[in-house]
């Protein structure tokens, strides 16, 4: 049964920084090209940043510079470094795991991140 589980989310204020993580299990986790995911009150979910099972890296515009994504295939889990955050970033954030083929994909539970002086 594969599980992603989120964590590391809270209460930050402006400026201040946070490390999501996420692990996976019951997986194997380097194949799987890793995504967060976010969406606030109201508003579609978004792509925050992906990075591929070959280690290629993209981001939304709105955290280019900000945030940071990486993975640690020996210990199966995701991770996102965020920094320099503003209220505009408040959000579930979810990770999210795919191959092509075979197609499959899993979804967190998510983690929220509450931006706020």
């Known amino acids: 049964q594969v599980q992603l589980v989120e964590s590391g989310g809270g209460l930050v204020q402006p400026g201040g920084s946070l490390r999501l993580s996420c692990a996976a299990s019951?997986?194997?986790?380097?194949?799987?090209?890793m995504s967060w995911y976010r969406q606030a009150p109201g508003k579609e979910r978004e792509l925050v940043a992906a990075i591929t099972s070959g280690g290629s890296r993209n981001y939304a515009d709105s955290v280019k510079g900000r945030f940071t994504i990486s993975r640690d295939n020996a210990k199966n889990t995701l991770y996102l470094q965020m920094n320099s955050l503003k209220p505009e970033d408040t959000a579930v954030y979810y990770c999210y795991a795919k191959i092509v083929s075979p197609k499959y994909d899993y979804w967190g539970q998510g983690t929220q991140v509450t931006v706020s002086s």
């Open positions: 019951g997986m194997i986790f380097s194949i799987y090209d």
